[in-house]
């Protein structure tokens, strides 16, 4: 079945970058997803990437994809510490394009 | 434009009682999906609902339910509950049409739901 994989926490000092690694399982994904989540918030979409893509940059966000290996991440420049949040790793499917399957999600804390 | 409110935000119940969560979603709006947060499991996908009918189901036991009424606001039910209910219940909007979407799920704030 479908399984998206992330680490549970992430530290970096403010003004490094933060770098937030996923796998996913599903082959056959054709969107993956970087949400956000802050404390006693819902979860708020950052940015996704199709899957025949192999970059996206928005801004201070550059996602980078690696179809083969299936694997995804999420690169913040600049980190702020408004940028202290969950950070959650999704998928959905060609077969079932709206199911969309979630990792655990990432701690991103900052430094100062 | 308001956002997805889901009622009630806390809830306590003992076990074996029955709960129900509501979801009104973002105005126009047909998608409403539905999420279990728990600190263990992370967020899992319970069920999504368009244009009043079930279109994917997660992989919970039947005692967890939905609805979607035609004004699109969905609510969950959760009957015998058990401790390992306890958990964020998020709900989801979003304006897909078809099966197809760009993802964009616009998140309600939760209902927190405690099993004592």
């Known amino acids: 079945g479908e399984d998206v994989e992330q680490s549970l926490f992430l530290s970096v000092r403010e003004g490094d970058s933060s770098v937030i690694n996923c796998t996913y399982t599903d082959s056959s994904s054709t969107y993956l997803y970087w949400y956000k989540q802050e404390p006693g918030a819902g979860l708020q979409l950052l940015t996704y990437?199709?899957?025949?893509?192999d970059m996206k940059q928005d801004q201070r966000l550059t996602v980078l994809l690696n179809k083969k290996d299936k694997h995804l991440s999420l690169r913040i420049a600049d980190t702020q510490t408004g940028d202290s949040a969950i950070y959650f790793c999704a998928e959905s499917g060609y077969s079932s394009a709206s199911k969309i399957i979630f990792g655990s999600g990432t701690r991103l804390s900052i430094r100062p | 434009k308001a956002g997805v409110t889901q009622t009630p935000r806390y809830l306590i119940k003992t076990r074996g009682q029955q709960v129900t969560l509501s979801c009104s979603p973002i105005s126009g709006h047909r998608s409403v999906s539905w999420y279990q947060q728990t600190p263990g499991q992370g967020l899992q996908f319970l069920f999504e609902y368009f244009s009043e009918t079930q279109r994917n189901k997660g992989n919970f036991p039947g005692r967890f339910s939905g609805r979607q009424f035609s004004n699109s606001r969905s609510e969950m039910n959760v009957s015998t509950l058990e401790l390992g209910d306890s958990a964020l219940y998020l709900c989801?909007?979003?304006?897909?049409?078809?099966?197809?979407?760009?993802?964009?799920?616009?998140f309600g704030e939760g209902s927190r739901l405690t099993v004592l």
């Open positions: 989801a909007s979003s304006s897909s049409r078809t099966g197809a979407n760009t993802g964009e799920l616009f």
């Open positions: 990437i199709f899957s025949n893509m």
